[in-house]
């Protein structure tokens, strides 16, 4: 790569700063929740201004709505094109531009829906999830300009934290629009805001819902406990089965796999303690590497339960508990079979004789990347040159279920997955935000990951 050639595109980075921050502040304004309602009007509109900001920087991009399955309304797509020569390759770009909900703004220390900037990061709910991936895609477009030797085409999915219903039978009917030489999902991130990764796994991710019943109504807790467990009792010793006494998931036929590409780097525990927020005090559970009981071991997460609030509780057993489990697969297990196994373990298990029924609600694919191309070393090289350090590769514990369907899809296509996050962006949760620093360097590595192709 040229010094030369660098310095520019540096600049032209330098140039399009403003306007990509005013993009991202404006997105996260919008608010585009999914969970309110994919086909709801908020989510048109953050699509249509998704499209015109790619539109000023000339790319041909229109909002399309998608068709469920079971053919009612889906999603609100953007997608769109710049097609600079029929001789050059062609990149398909890929971001979401749903966010996750808000439950509790209270907790925030900041508006989640007012971009704020503090020292390097700027706050918001989507400035990393994935607002930053739509930063990197529109920042590199516009920087490299006239200059762009591959053809561009954008997918921007408005319901990706819903788990993409509409997203294959969207793609299938597109086949040939989005047939393309390389993918780059800009939607997972880097080892740190300084030290650039590509993912090279996923988890899957299952989810299913437990229902436990001991009584057919509630009973006096004197005149029956004892003999009788309540049904939240129940279901915790149902849920705890799930694990060894040092908590790792026991799972028969919930499978374990080897770190893919080989562990570069474990992750740093104080950095991990810090950034997940966990409590002093704090064991961790399971055993291995911590990278890998992230990114290759399975974990299973209850992420609702119902049960009488403790505010106006009495003395009753109670008769049922529900509760829906999240279950992360290792990258190159069938998720379907996880869950099989899951529920299969969960019925087989119930505690002294309760009544255990599961619903099987979901099962999205993990993924392994294939080191072996040659657009990986491309992108390598263009990571260290922008930020100045070699990539540290590494896998992710959470989960783009699409990837694996769209390979099927695109045999031939190379799918690479970057994106804008780094440890401390609080996807999901509270206070999420950017590196500045972070999002610019993504930038220029996506701008002359480009340019490398087009070479080529
Ligand atoms: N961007 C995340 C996936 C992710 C998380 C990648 C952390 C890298 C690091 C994505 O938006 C997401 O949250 N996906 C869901 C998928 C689910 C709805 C099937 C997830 O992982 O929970
Ligand atoms: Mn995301």
Same mark, same amino acid.
């Given at each position: 790569?040229?010094?030369?050639?660098?310095?520019?595109?540096?600049?032209?980075?330098?140039?399009?700063?403003?306007?990509?921050?005013?993009?991202?502040?404006?997105?996260?304004?919008?608010?585009?929740?999914?969970?309110?309602?994919?086909?709801?009007?908020?989510?048109?509109?953050?699509?249509?201004?998704?499209?015109?900001? @790619?539109?000023?920087? $000339? /790319?041909?991009?229109?909002?399309?709505?998608?068709?469920?399955?079971?053919?009612?309304?889906?999603?609100?797509?953007?997608?769109?094109?710049?097609?600079?020569?029929?001789?050059?390759?062609?990149?398909?770009?890929?971001?979401?531009?749903?966010?996750?909900?808000?439950?509790?703004?209270?907790?925030?220390?900041?508006?989640?829906?007012?971009?704020?900037?503090?020292?390097?990061?700027?706050?918001?709910? $989507?400035?990393?999830?994935?607002?930053?991936?739509?930063?990197?895609?529109?920042?590199?477009?516009?920087?490299?300009?006239?200059?762009?030797?591959?053809? *561009?085409?954008?997918?921007?999915?408005?319901?990706?934290?819903?788990?993409?219903?509409?997203?294959?039978?969207?793609?299938?009917?597109?086949?040939?629009?989005?047939?393309?030489?390389?993918?780059?999902?800009?939607?997972?991130?880097?080892?740190?805001?300084? *030290?650039?990764?590509?993912?090279?796994?996923?988890?899957?991710?299952?989810?299913?819902?437990?229902? /436990?019943?001991?009584?057919?109504?509630?009973?006096?807790?004197?005149?029956?406990?004892?003999?009788?467990?309540?049904?939240?009792?129940?279901?915790?010793?149902?849920?705890? #089965?799930?694990?060894?006494?040092?908590?790792?998931?026991?799972?028969?036929?919930?499978?374990?796999?080897?770190?893919?590409?080989?562990?570069?780097?474990?992750?740093?525990?104080?950095?991990?303690?810090?950034?997940?927020?966990?409590?002093?005090?704090?064991?961790?559970?399971?055993?291995?590497?911590?990278?890998?009981?992230?990114?290759?071991?399975?974990?299973?997460?209850?992420?609702?339960?119902? !049960?009488?609030?403790?505010?106006?509780?009495?003395? =009753?057993?109670?008769?049922? !508990?529900?509760?829906?489990? #999240?279950?992360?697969?290792?990258?190159?297990?069938?998720?379907?079979?996880?869950?099989?196994?899951?529920?299969?373990?969960?019925?087989?298990?119930?505690?002294?004789?309760?009544?255990?029924?599961?619903?099987?609600?979901?099962?999205? #694919?993990?993924?392994? @990347?294939? @080191?072996?191309?040659?657009? =990986?070393?491309?992108?390598?090289?263009?990571?260290?040159?922008?930020?100045?350090?070699?990539?540290?590769?590494? $896998?992710?514990?959470?989960?783009?279920?699409?990837?694996?369907?769209?390979?099927?899809?695109?045999?031939?296509?190379?799918?690479?997955?970057? $994106?804008?996050?780094?440890?401390?962006?609080?996807?999901?949760?509270?206070?999420?935000?950017?590196?500045?620093?972070?999002?610019?360097?993504?930038?220029?590595?996506?701008?002359?990951?480009?340019?490398?192709? !087009?070479?080529?």
């Amino acid at each position: 790569m040229q010094l030369e050639n660098v310095e520019q595109l540096k600049a032209r980075v330098d140039e399009e700063w403003q306007a990509v921050l005013d993009m991202l502040s404006e997105k996260i304004a919008i608010g585009s929740v999914s969970a309110k309602g994919i086909t709801a009007e908020h989510m048109r509109r953050s699509a249509e201004f998704v499209a015109s900001m @790619m539109r000023e920087v $000339g /790319v041909d991009a229109h909002v399309e709505q998608s068709t469920n399955p079971d053919g009612t309304p889906g999603a609100f797509e953007v997608i769109g094109e710049k097609h600079v020569s029929d001789d050059a390759p062609t990149v398909l770009l890929y971001a979401h531009h749903d966010v996750q909900p808000v439950p509790d703004p209270s907790v925030w220390d900041t508006d989640p829906w007012k971009a704020t900037v503090k020292g390097d990061r700027l706050y918001g709910r $989507g400035s990393s999830d994935d607002g930053g991936g739509l930063a990197i895609h529109r920042g590199a477009i516009g920087a490299l300009a006239d200059e762009l030797g591959v053809n *561009i085409k954008v997918f921007f999915e408005g319901e990706e934290e819903m788990g993409s219903e509409s997203f294959i039978p969207f793609i299938t009917a597109h086949k040939d629009d989005f047939a393309a030489d390389v993918i780059i999902v800009a939607d997972s991130g880097n080892y740190s805001a300084e *030290i650039p990764s590509l993912t090279t796994s996923l988890r899957g991710e299952a989810e299913c819902d437990v229902t /436990v019943r001991v009584l057919n109504h509630p009973v006096h807790s004197g005149q029956y406990g004892g003999p009788i467990l309540d049904a939240n009792t129940t279901a915790a010793l149902l849920i705890s #089965s799930m694990y060894d006494e040092k908590g790792n998931v026991v799972v028969p036929g919930v499978k374990s796999q080897e770190v893919v590409g080989g562990l570069q780097r474990d992750l740093d525990e104080k950095t991990f303690r810090h950034d997940s927020s966990v409590v002093d005090s704090y064991t961790f559970a399971g055993e291995g590497s911590l990278a890998s009981r992230l990114w290759v071991k399975p974990s299973i997460s209850v992420i609702g339960f119902d !049960a009488h609030p403790v505010e106006g509780s009495f003395n =009753v057993i109670a008769e049922t !508990a529900r509760f829906r489990l #999240s279950m992360r697969v290792a990258p190159s297990q069938n998720p379907q079979k996880a869950l099989d196994a899951l529920t299969d373990f969960l019925v087989s298990h119930a505690p002294f004789g309760a009544q255990v029924s599961v619903k099987q609600v979901a099962a999205g #694919s993990g993924w392994a @990347m294939d @080191m072996s191309t040659d657009v =990986v070393q491309d992108a390598e090289e263009a990571m260290r040159v922008a930020f100045g350090t070699d990539p540290i590769n590494k $896998g992710e514990g959470g989960s783009i279920p699409f990837i694996p369907e769209l390979q099927k899809l695109y045999p031939q296509t190379k799918v690479l997955v970057t $994106g804008p996050e780094d440890p401390m962006s609080n996807a999901h949760s509270p206070n999420e935000s950017i590196s500045l620093s972070g999002l610019k360097k993504n930038i220029l590595t996506e701008a002359l990951f480009l340019q490398a192709l !087009a070479r080529n």
